[in-house]
């Protein structure tokens, strides 16, 4: 009780992150203002008044840590000693090598655990404006984050900070590219203020390929739109398959233009048609299909997209899509404890920073809610290493990602854990270029856990 009358930490919105922020915080023996509009004001999607509310599949993905990039955040959250990972653990239902949970139970769950810590007060009321006397915030409004609080958090972080709509174009792992059918080349071979005149990849097409790929694109089975998502499309995010059936050559003239290019491996040839993959992270190890958000099913995604010469193994480590989203251009907003450079007492957690997915925005408010908990003890908060999945997602958000857009621009678009977000593992024997896939995938997890461990051994 005592410990309730010191200055509070307050976090804004009691979604999958706002929660974790909150139990990491208390557990540190720090009060808590939790703010959460529901019920008195509900989102488009949640439909309860619990907190951690999962607003549509009650799967958190695989929670196989010996293979998968999301089970090694989920072994990670667990080593943390993350309410969300305790409460989706003791709320399991059966889904095979999924983490799947009773929504209503895991919910119910985090609230009555959070409602009865000794250090957390709730209240339920939709934050507008953010109060000047309070000097340590975490803002978790989610993606779905409430239009009068979007307009303050635009009025702090300028009007181009914020965006509403995910117009997401594949990504795939670079190393499953067909390099004997691609090429390096920027059109017209430009330079640009910091490229290399080499900087895409080029996939070619001829016309009898163009031309089953359109057909492709116009009969695969897209998602429909939610009635609150209501989306007017602009020209400049057309989804791909809305392109093709426009007419024929629509694509050819937009994503598809194979002007200013030459292919290295038949130069004599024309292409009809090129896709242009764009590097995705520092790193190397990703590249994304420029200009290719769509509504296609991702199984339809999966299999129209391999079609293309040259990605006839892609592995993708994200589909495309096009959804409504609230989130920050966090690379050039935060800093890398997540805190608003702008204005420090701000720090931002959940989607609202451009990660993706549940656990993924509980993972960075288990990281917000440390980091506040080390600015409110006058210390420096402790960074996961990047070669963890903590460390890697952290990096995504805050330092990692060069892709620029068509105008030059910086672009920064949401994410889900995967591979390509580590700092790849380099072979130890001289002979070996590099690992197998596999070995490199084990090596990648091991050095995960063990940085894990070290890091949270050595911090607090
Ligand atoms: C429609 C939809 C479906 C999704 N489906 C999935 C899925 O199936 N699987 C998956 O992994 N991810 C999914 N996501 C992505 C995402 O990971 C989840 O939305 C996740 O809940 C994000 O966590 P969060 O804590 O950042 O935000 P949320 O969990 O949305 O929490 C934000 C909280 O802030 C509150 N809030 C908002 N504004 C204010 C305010 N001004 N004052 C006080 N409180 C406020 C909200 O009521 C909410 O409780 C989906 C997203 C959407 C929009």
């Known amino acids: 009780m005592l410990n309730k009358l010191k200055t509070p930490i307050h976090i804004i919105g009691g979604g999958l992150a706002g929660s974790e922020a909150s139990w990491q915080i208390a557990q540190l023996g720090i009060p808590v203002v939790l703010h959460e509009m529901r019920p008195k004001r509900k989102s488009d999607a949640h439909k309860t008044d619990k907190l951690a509310e999962l607003v549509c599949s009650n799967s958190f993905r695989s929670d196989d840590a010996s293979k998968n990039a999301v089970g090694l955040l989920h072994a990670e959250m667990r080593l943390a000693k993350s309410l969300i990972m305790k409460a989706a653990d003791s709320n399991k239902v059966p889904a095979g090598g999924a983490l799947a949970v009773d929504r209503n139970e895991f919910s119910k769950t985090i609230t009555e655990t959070l409602e009865k810590h000794p250090l957390i007060t709730i209240q339920r009321r939709e934050i507008h404006e953010i109060p000047e006397d309070w000097h340590n915030v975490i803002v978790a409004t989610g993606p779905l984050t409430s239009p009068k609080f979007a307009q303050e958090i635009q009025a702090i972080t300028g009007t181009e900070a914020l965006s509403f709509f995910d117009a997401l174009a594949p990504i795939i792992y670079t190393e499953s590219i067909n390099m004997n059918i691609c090429w390096y080349q920027s059109r017209y071979d430009k330079i640009g203020p910091e490229g290399t005149g080499k900087d895409y990849l080029n996939c070619p097409l001829n016309q009898e390929q163009y031309k089953i790929f359109v057909q492709a694109l116009i009969s695969g089975e897209k998602v429909e739109f939610r009635e609150f998502e209501n989306i007017s499309y602009f020209d400049g995010c057309l989804p791909i398959e809305v392109m093709a ?5 629509t694509l050819r003239y937009g994503p598809m233009k194979p002007m ?32 290719f958000q769509t509504k ?64 993924e925005s509980a993972a960075i408010g288990l990281l917000a809610g440390r980091f506040a908990a080390a600015d409110y003890n006058r210390t420096c908060p402790s960074l996961p290493p990047k070669t963890t999945a903590f460390g890697a997602l952290l990096n995504h958000i805050t330092g990692g990602h060069i892709a620029t857009n068509e105008t030059g621009k910086r672009s920064f678009q ?9 700092p790849p593992i380099i072979s130890t024997n001289p002979l070996e270029k590099s690992l197998p896939h596999k070995e490199k995938k084990q090596a990648i997890i091991e050095r995960a856990l063990n940085d894990c461990i070290q890091w949270l051994k050595n911090s607090f």
Do not use: W
């Open 245 to 249: 059936e426009r007419g024929f050559e």
């Open 296 to 359: 296609l099913k991702y199984s339809e995604q999966t299999r129209i997209f391999r079609m293309i010469p040259g990605l006839e193994k892609a592995e993708f480590a994200r589909l495309g899509g096009l959804h409504r989203n609230t989130y920050l251009n966090s690379p050039i907003l935060l800093d890398e404890s997540l805190r608003l450079k702008q204005k420090p007492q701000l720090r931002f957690a959940g989607q609202i920073t451009g990660c993706e997915g549940y656990i």
């Open 260 to 291: 200013g290019l030459t292919n290295t491996h038949h130069p004599t040839i024309k292409p009809y048609a090129v896709i242009q993959l764009r590097q995705d992270n520092k790193l190397g190890t990703l590249y994304n299909m420029v200009g």
């Open 414 to 422: 949401p994410m889900n854990i995967n591979f390509g977000l580590f």
